[in-house]
């Protein structure tokens, strides 16, 4: 086998046996040593047992996409290998302990249980396991040892110790197997962030001025929920884990008319209820921001899969028209922004704006040189005297105050109501209200984010994706390597910027890529524009796209 500048590493086992900390340790020790990372996890919805995996990538070069191939799989248990069986090739080398991977071609049997016990303690196995792993990839030792007691530092000295060596013990014999990865470090990842799709979107939220979050706990939205919690302190967040998603919503919405500017992070499930809350938002023109973390319906579908099957949930819920936003980014550097730029937006217009994205992105993570600068744009003014809250304007925005900022009575009211936010029945301000509020949706469209290009300017297929599938799809072009194909991908799926038309006449065929069963966006699209969306690639079973799943499809569909 020839030497490779990058390895696949798929770890697999049950719940409660510290896969996830595996992963947190070796990005980590594979990060300071200077090679770039991605890690992407699937797991079962139960607390133990079952059988999971986590999938570590590390390069010479930048990686940010699943691939199904596997160049070391280490399972942890006995059902690992049959239930990736599918994944396993030739080329596949299996380490682990002797009673799982025996009966396979290129494996190496060892004794992890027992270097653990050597050393104390039949739990240090994991860490003899990333010390393999990282005595395979060439990692930094100092590296080891910083992150494995980093790791136990809230243990005792003797269990950090006892983890040190077990690892220490682990990478000794991983560089002693001669495996042929030679991936080469660079010292500028060595100072890169390292974070997930989870931490980018709550980081971004709190560059745009999130003081306020209210949720109940849903996965995959709940990570985003945890972690603003986690930074309550530092940065001043007033955190409320609501008795349910009709509070949470609420009260987010009487958190902006109070002036904070807050959020709610769900699922399809717990948005569904949310919808009443979202119309209230749309009536009394009081902005909410809503992060959806995507996964399976309907019902409880899969609760721990991935799917982009909510985009119609949001782009619909609400009885009555008003107008909102809808964000879906693409990457690590697009969330933190948009997240961002989700409360600006939110503040200038007072609509509702929503954040989508889904469980492969929110549990995958990769190495980020720097996030994007973002500003924070305030639009609340001081009333007076005679302060009318929904006042008649050109662009239908009226000026927004809040109780107590000046001298006005801030009225808002989920009736119809007039300028002053007095309730009428009056047919002439109904219709006067209601096309004031759909101005915003027009005006809307100058604040769109364009969709990205990327690939060829001069091509005759176009492929089309919103959300999480972009980074799958650009790796996926890399590798075949066709001029005549570029992908043009949505972070705003709505308002559908008007320039996209642009874009998808000029191609000779276009081809939709959607982790739906039907072609959400594909069918706005048409709506929008009238075009022809019926070539479309499809994925509905619970999994990300593959890489060479994609580059499979996608060949079949161009000449």
Known sequence: MEKRNEISIVLSGAAGQGIQAVEHILTRVAKDSGFHVFATKEYMSRVRGGNNSTEIRIASQ????????????????????????????????????????????????????????????????????????????????????????????????????????????????????????????????????????????????????????????????????????????????LVDQAEDEIAAANMAIAAWYAGARAMVSTSGGGFALMTEAISLSGMIETPIVVHLGQRPGPATGLPTRTEQGDLNLVLYAGHGDFPRVIYAPGNLCEAYELSAKAFNIADKYQVPVFILTDEYFLDSFYNVEEMPEVKIERYVVKSDENYKRYLLTEDGISPRSIPGYGKGLVRVDSDEHDEYGHITESAKVRKAMVEKRLKKGKKLLEDAVPPKLFGNENYEYLIVAWGSTQLIIREALEKMGNEKVALLHFSQVYPVPKIAEEYLRKAKKVIFVEQNATGQFADLVKLTFGIDTSNRILKYDGFAFSVEELVEALSKEVE
């Open 62 to 237: 930048p990686v940010k996409a699943f691939v199904n191939r596997i160049d070391v799989l280490v399972p942890l248990n006995d059902n690992a290998i049959e239930r990736l069986r599918e994944r396993i090739t030739e080329e596949t080398i299996i380490i682990g302990e002797g009673r799982y991977v025996e009966k396979e071609k290129n494996s190496i049997p060892l004794m992890f249980e027992e270097i653990a016990e050597s050393f104390g303690n039949k739990i240090y196995e994991n860490s003899v396991a990333i010390g393999v792993l990282a005595g395979i990839i060439n990692a930094s030792e100092d590296a080891l040892v910083k992150n494995i007691s980093a790791y136990f530092a809230k243990k005792n000295e003797e269990v950090v110790k006892g983890n040190v060596n077990a690892a220490l013990k682990g990478y000794e014999i991983g560089k002693s197997l001669g495996l042929k990865f030679e991936i080469t470090p660079n010292e500028k990842v060595k100072k890169q962030y390292l974070l997930n799709g989870s931490e980018a979107v709550a980081k971004g939220a709190i560059a745009g001025g999130c003081n306020f979050i209210s949720s109940y706990p849903m996965s995959p939205a709940t990570t985003v929920f945890t972690e603003l919690s986690r930074l309550s302190n530092q940065y001043g967040i």
